[in-house]
């Protein structure tokens, strides 16, 4: 088993892994899915627009209650994030390598985030207001809010890559294994590959990437949240 991506091609000294890719293809099927969307509004949805419909008001519903209703301006960017890496995780059911499984997606995404957090601070309670609320309650808690803080986005990026690229691992030493019994056992039908791992299929191609996804987005919004909020401390 390859641990790292796939390189698909390179260009001079740059190289397009797998996980490029596949994150380029995700994408347009995102937009592809928003275009179809609302290329023919109707007064009453159903096909493609009626799914839209149902996650933007799922979507809508789930930042208010993270986040508040005066920050419903989220939405837009929490629903492209969760729509990307509940996809990008779940590409094991198509035996295929997940994008969160690639430390080059995650940390990106984790300082975007980071980046979410203390510009919103900054910009609601101004530089010297925003120092004053990481030295809250104490002055001295200042330096270990700061590292705190500074550590979070290694932590997210760690937490998304580490559960993924394990279920992978996991997935993939379960079907090699199975595959050698089925050799031993003489049977040209591999029936241990099809039907044992079906469990651990549900598990790590399907409920644990959208565990992930609900955490890597609830940990944004909460702590974007918090960041502007009045609470000192």
């Avoid at 209650?65 to 837009?76: D, I, S, V």
């Avoid at 644990?208 to 009045?230: D, H, K, R, Y």
Wanted: charged share 10%; glycine share 10%; aromatic share 12%.
């Amino acid at each position: 088993m390859q641990l790292g991506p796939r390189v698909i091609f390179s260009i001079g000294n740059v190289y397009i892994t797998e996980t490029v890719c596949f994150a380029l293809i995700i994408s347009l099927l995102i937009l592809l899915f928003c275009w179809r969307s609302v290329r023919n509004l109707q007064t009453v949805p159903h096909g493609c627009q009626a799914v839209a419909e149902w996650l933007v008001d799922l979507i809508y519903n789930w930042t208010e209650g993270a986040m508040g209703k005066e920050n419903l301006k989220f939405a837009p960017y929490i629903g492209t994030l969760a729509c990307f890496l509940g996809l990008g995780s779940m590409l094991g059911l198509l035996d295929l390598r997940p994008i969160t499984a690639d430390l080059n997606t995650t940390v990106p995404l984790a300082l975007v985030t980071f980046i979410l957090i203390h510009g919103n601070g900054n910009r609601v309670h101004g530089a010297g207001g925003y120092a004053k609320k990481l030295g809250s309650p104490y002055a001295f808690m200042f330096p270990l809010n700061c590292i705190s803080d500074a550590v979070f986005p290694v932590t997210l990026a760690c937490r998304l890559f580490g559960n993924i690229f394990a279920g992978m691992v996991v997935m993939s030493l379960t079907y090699n294994g199975l595959a050698n019994l089925s050799a031993k056992l003489g049977s040209s039908i591999p029936f241990f590959q099809i039907f044992i791992p079906l469990p651990l299929n549900f598990f790590f191609d399907m409920f644990e990437p959208i565990l992930q996804t609900f955490v890597f987005c609830m940990l944004t919004m909460v702590f974007t949240a918090n960041a502007m909020s009045g609470d000192e401390g």
